[in-house]
């Protein structure tokens, strides 16, 4: 019985492995396919390998990608009323 359930915690940690290698290539392919240089916002790249966003502060954001990759981003505080 031990060995079945070491067996089983063994193909479910590979199958989970091999779950983020497909989206760790899709994510590759994503970008691949951007040619050129972005100078603004594309909305259909952001929605494709950006999964999930969590504030973590009023100053920092931290973005969850395809394959389990996040990225934390710091952000500049602006004071009320200041528009720029």
């Not at 989206?23 to 040619?35: F, G, H, K, N």
């Not at 100078?39 to 969850?64: D, H, Y």
Request: charged share 30%; no cysteine; glycine share 4%.
């Amino acid at each position: 019985m031990n060995a079945l359930r070491a067996e089983r915690r063994r193909l479910l940690r590979e199958d989970e492995n091999n779950d983020a290698l497909a989206d760790l290539r899709a994510l590759d392919d994503a970008l691949a396919a951007v040619t050129e240089t972005q100078t603004a916002f594309n909305e259909n790249l952001f929605a494709e390998i950006v999964l999930g966003i969590t504030v973590v502060s009023q100053t920092e954001l931290r973005f969850r990608l395809l394959g389990g990759l996040e990225l934390t981003e710091t952000i500049e505080r602006r004071e009320r009323g200041n528009a720029a």
